[in-house]
């Protein structure tokens, strides 16, 4: 556990992206107001600055060097866009959210999309190739458990529209119930968007609606938890 009085354990938690992403929402918010006050007391983050403010004349160039970051989830990069003031509509928290699909279990991987909510950037963010938000992203890893429930819960918590639609019409929740394999951790992302409100009849551009692969998958490949839900969806 790293301690938010100690300026010099925390100069180490940026550089080594461990900035205790489990906190609660209130202890994470003191963590992140010391982190910004340490970078600046420590001048951590130059290389950052430095390379973005190069490229402020091609926006397209900052774009891409951002989002590239972003998906390495480097803390202290979040924190130079912060200090710089990117836009806060660009997507960084979709594209932090985008590396755990092919990064997923690295500690302090939350964290760095915490600290992007943290700094007001939009949590609904899309990318511009394909639509996708953050909570599209936590409903579809590619390794491992398929969803992140921690990852849902902070994301609904910080006000992230459970209804979104990728650019082919998908919510978080056809997302999920696409997902041919089941388990705990999907179940409970299931619960977590359903109970936000999520709409479960709401169809994509090819007509699946998230009821509709809930169900196909289940016939395709059960699993005793899915049956479970569809059983008690359906009384």
């Not at 982190?35 to 290389?47: F, K, N, P, V």
């Not at 458990?145 to 921690?150: D, I, L, N, V, Y």
Request: glycine share 8%; with cysteine.
């Amino acid at each position: 556990m790293v301690s938010i009085n100690d300026d010099k354990s925390l100069k180490l938690a940026l550089i080594t992206e461990d900035l205790q992403g489990d906190q609660s929402k209130d202890g994470f918010v003191a963590v992140c107001e010391q982190a910004r006050a340490a970078m600046s007391a420590h001048d951590i983050g130059s290389d950052f600055r430095r390379a973005y403010l190069s490229c402020m004349s091609d926006p397209k160039v900052l774009v891409s060097q951002i989002q590239a970051d972003m998906m390495d989830n480097y803390m202290i990069a979040a924190f130079a866009c912060m200090e710089l003031g990117v836009p806060k509509h660009f997507p960084l928290i979709a594209w932090a959210a985008l590396n755990k699909m092919d990064f997923e279990g690295l500690r302090g991987e939350i964290a760095c999309m915490r600290a992007l909510m943290w700094g007001g950037f939009d949590v609904n963010g899309q990318t511009p190739e394909g639509g996708i938000s953050a909570l599209h992203a936590m409903c579809n890893l590619k390794w491992g458990r398929g969803a992140h429930p921690r990852a849902v819960h902070h994301l609904i918590e910080n006000g992230a529209n459970v209804n979104i639609q990728s650019a082919t019409g998908d919510t978080p929740m056809t997302t999920l119930c696409g997902n041919a394999t089941w388990n705990e951790d999907i179940d409970r992302t299931f619960y977590l968007l359903f109970d936000a409100g999520a709409d479960l009849e709401i169809e994509a551009a090819d007509g699946a609606s998230a009821w509709l692969l809930l169900q196909s998958q289940q016939k395709e490949n059960p699993h005793p938890l899915r049956e479970q839900l569809i059983s008690d969806l359906s009384e």
